[in-house]
């Protein structure tokens, strides 16, 4: 069995060379073992494929193929039941002393914009800066004209709060915490609503 099956692996290799044009003429033929079977022909053809293959525009990478892998959290799994306030957790915890976080952006389902951006930079452009607001956004796509979301930094671990949960909430979504001189890192969190 074991001959017959490298003899196949053989004969394609000198096809595909022969397509190649690496091998020519006599020698190819040569070259061809002898089958010590034929193989039964098929009685259906395949059916054509309904999906065209990416162009190359649609082939760019996602913001999650995009960041470095070294600097992941692990991945969260979060369960809310549908109507309460899910707890999307995301550690802004700078691995150094004294490194404040600048900004905070999450995403939804590997998407390249952001959903939801926190900014502690403030008013005047540097983290604690006097007279410094933090800014908080969401995409009224994602989370409607209410802002049904928020996050919250005085728990430890932070956590983007989402108001009235629903299907249209479930997904996986990204934390990318940037700080001032430390290494930024992402957080993968998935959200399962029940009920």
């Known amino acids: 069995m074991l001959g017959t099956e490298r003899e196949r692996w053989l004969a394609l290799l000198v096809m595909l060379a022969m397509l190649a044009g690496v091998v020519e003429g006599e020698e190819s033929e040569k070259m061809l073992p002898t089958p010590s079977k034929t193989l039964p022909t098929p009685s259906k053809t ?58 905070v952006l999450w995403y939804r389902n590997a998407s ?57 909430d479930e997904d996986s979504y990204m934390c990318t915490v940037h700080f001032r001189a430390s290494p930024s890192w992402s957080q993968k969190i998935t959200l399962t609503v029940q009920g």
Not at 58 to 75: A, C, K, Q, R, Y
């Open 46 to 103: 395949l059916p054509t494929p309904s999906k065209t293959l990416p162009t190359p525009s649609e082939m760019l990478p996602t913001h999650s193929s995009i960041v470095d892998d070294d600097n992941w959290g692990t991945l969260v799994a979060v369960t809310a039941v549908r109507g309460s306030t899910a707890r999307l957790p995301c550690d802004v915890t700078s691995p150094t002393q004294d490194d404040p976080v600048l900004l």
């Open 112 to 168: 390249v914009t952001p959903v939801y951006s926190y900014d502690s930079r403030g008013v005047e452009g540097t983290a604690g800066a006097t007279g410094g607001l933090r800014q908080q956004w969401g995409d009224e796509e994602a989370w409607g004209e209410e802002q049904r979301a928020w996050f919250n930094t005085s728990t430890t671990p932070a956590h983007l709060m989402v108001r009235a949960v629903g299907g249209r």
